[in-house]
């Protein structure tokens, strides 16, 4: 692992690691139910306003794989569940080619609330700041906690700079998977970025890409 990651990097059994928010006042979830309860009253940061509802993450309790997104989208807001959007059909997508049943991994969003901009009657995504995202991680850290997955994957700079406290760009920390506490960690794009790609050619490229890091990370999950 290369010195920029690691130091980058930071335990996730720590009680207050960089990018953490330590509240040891508020007690913690022991179970995913009851997690999904106390993220449902989250006041922590201003996004739950608007929202419909916060939108936390699915999946098995002792997933081997977790996958980190940015934010829910419009149609996660409005359906309660996190990669139900055109960004989770490509998702889906990419987890089928590379042979790996959604329903064994553990999908979840470094900000819990959808964050938008009103733009007649669309709601645009807007990417969460530095403050959101690490009022957030209360969340994270107990689902990481509860979850505890062998492999680790930051889908996108934001899940990444969320999971390691610090800005992270993504492509040099896909070249360089490291570690976080007990799990391996691996950084791709987030899907969103390959709906983006108006060239054809390109948006096979990135796909083929995509799904050889998802191949990797499951590969990598057996082992562990």
């Not at 720590?14 to 928010?21: E, F, H, K, L």
């Not at 081997?64 to 055109?86: C, N, T, Y």
């Not at 700079?157 to 920390?173: D, E, F, K, W």
Request: glycine share 8%; proline share 7%.
């Amino acid at each position: 692992m290369g010195a920029a990651m690691a130091s980058a990097l930071h335990a996730l059994d720590a009680p207050a690691g960089r990018g953490a928010v330590a509240e040891p006042q508020a007690p913690r979830a022991t179970s995913l139910a009851a997690l999904r309860r106390a993220e449902a009253d989250c006041t922590r940061c201003p996004l739950y306003r608007h929202a419909t509802q916060v939108v936390p993450g699915e999946g098995p309790r002792m997933a081997a794989l977790m996958l980190v997104g940015e934010q829910p989208g419009d149609s996660e807001d409005r359906a309660g569940k996190p990669f139900v959007g055109p960004a989770g059909r490509l998702m889906d997508r990419a987890l089928d080619a590379a042979g790996i049943p959604r329903g064994e991994v553990f999908v979840t969003n470094a900000v819990k609330h959808f964050k938008f901009e009103p733009r007649g009657k669309r709601r645009l995504h807007k990417k969460p700041n530095a403050y959101e995202i690490d009022r957030c991680r209360w969340w994270l850290d107990q689902e990481l906690a509860l979850v505890r997955p062998k492999v680790i994957v930051a889908l996108g700079a934001t899940a990444a700079r969320s999971l390691t406290g610090r800005p992270v760009t993504v492509s040099a920390a896909r070249r360089t998977p490291g570690t976080l506490g007990r799990a391996a960690f691996a950084v791709t794009v987030h899907p969103s970025f390959l709906l983006r790609l108006r060239d054809a050619a390109d948006r096979e490229h990135e796909f083929a890409r995509f799904v050889a890091d998802l191949e990797q990370a499951w590969g990598l999950a057996a082992t562990r």
